[in-house]
């Protein structure tokens, strides 16, 4: 059999991406698709990412996260199983409490990250990343023996509602967003119970609404029809997050990037036995070997993943994640550096061959906040 040309290899590839419930909507009005994590996602609408990264730091964006997993625990024993697996304490948490924490490996890799909701006592949901989703699903499955796993994510949709403007954006439609920061609630949706939660990816004042497949698009229409709100894609999404220092697994954290090095032992209960704790505190005495800092670059140029930054010309790291920031109207990023090098140094970034001058910060970028 000859070798598939070009065209057809993007026509299979096409073929086998998975579609979130928006999809018809987004190729309808004229969004760039790409493939994330094995998704067709949109990366940007027709007024382009900088516009749309604009409107959610000044008024509301709304994105469609559906690709996310979707994980359900129960059971007696459930937190208490969680507990020997994830980094942070599920005991802290009292229903429709919302916390962040991860997943390591034995060697204190992240294997991903996430949120966890406490719906009840003995109920727990978890949004993996798309792409860990099934290996996160399938860890949870043979390390939690006294526990009920279930994977929902086929079965939900997810909309991110961000921005000043969002409490509005819900409220006009009758939705219920009078909740603290890192909680959740309940709501009835055109007869059925949808999940909101008072969180987010952009540093914004924001929601995740969790709602049936089936109402997915409805939701999204209703909520576009209110004033000030716009659709965006993931390349705003990636500016945002960036703009806060948010972490990317894959790119700022992962199996050779750790939570200590990555900034995130806010995020590890060393009260608890979580899965790769002796590893961990083990880099905790010895001190990190990097860490994870800003970088604003002070001349022109665009921070790249991979870009290594230097010191009177030797090498001291390298960006993991990089952006054009549109509120700053410069170049940023997240970089692996050499942990004797202190925010305010001056360094200079490797943009294809030039010397970008640049100051190591510490994140966020941008004067905004999602409380």
Not at 249 to 261: E, F, K, R, V, W
Request: hydrophobic fraction near 40%; charge should be negative.
């Amino acid at each position: 059999m000859s070798p598939l040309e070009p065209a057809e290899l993007s026509s299979q590839r096409q073929h086998e991406l998975q579609h979130t419930p928006l999809h018809a909507w987004h190729v309808a009005s004229g969004a760039k698709m790409a493939d994330f994590a094995g998704w067709e996602m949109p990366i940007e609408f027709p007024l382009g990412t900088v516009s749309e990264h604009r409107s959610v730091r000044a008024g509301c964006g709304l994105f469609d996260v559906s690709h996310m997993g979707l994980l359900s625990i129960e059971g007696q024993q459930a937190v208490a199983e969680l507990n020997q697996l994830l980094t942070n304490d599920l005991d802290r948490l009292a229903d429709r409490d919302v916390q962040y924490t991860l997943l390591c490996d034995e060697l204190g890799g992240v294997v991903d990250d996430m949120l966890a909701t406490r719906l009840a006592a003995d109920r727990i949901l978890l949004v993996p990343n798309a792409a860990n989703s099934v290996a996160v699903f399938a860890l949870l499955q043979s390390s939690l023996p006294d526990a009920t796993v279930v994977d929902m994510s086929a079965d939900w949709g997810l909309i991110a509602v961000q921005g000043p403007g969002a409490r509005s954006a819900l409220s006009g439609i009758g939705l219920d967003s009078e909740i603290k920061y890192m909680t959740a609630t309940t709501a009835d949706y055109q007869g059925r119970e949808i999940i909101i939660s008072r969180t987010g990816y952009t540093g914004e004042q924001g929601y995740e609404v969790l709602v049936p497949r089936s109402l997915t698009q409805q939701l999204w229409e209703q909520l576009l029809d209110q004033p000030g709100t716009t659709p965006c894609g993931l390349g705003a999404r990636d500016t945002l997050r960036t703009e806060m220092g948010y972490p990317l697994h894959g790119q700022d954290i992962g199996a050779s990037i750790d939570p200590l090095t990555a900034g995130l032992s806010w995020a590890v209960a060393w009260e608890t036995d979580f899965r790769g704790r002796n590893k961990l505190q083990q880099l905790r005495a010895e001190g990190p070997k990097h860490r994870l800092c800003g970088v604003l670059l002070q001349g022109r140029g665009v921070p790249r993943p991979g870009m290594k930054v230097l010191r009177d010309g030797e090498p001291i790291g390298v960006v993991t994640s990089g952006t054009f920031s549109p509120s700053l109207r410069q170049g940023i990023a997240i970089a692996l550096l050499d942990p004797r090098i202190q925010i305010g140094d001056e360094v200079d970034l490797d943009v294809r061959g030039r010397a970008v001058q640049a100051v190591v910060t510490k994140p966020p970028f941008v004067d905004a906040s999602p409380r």
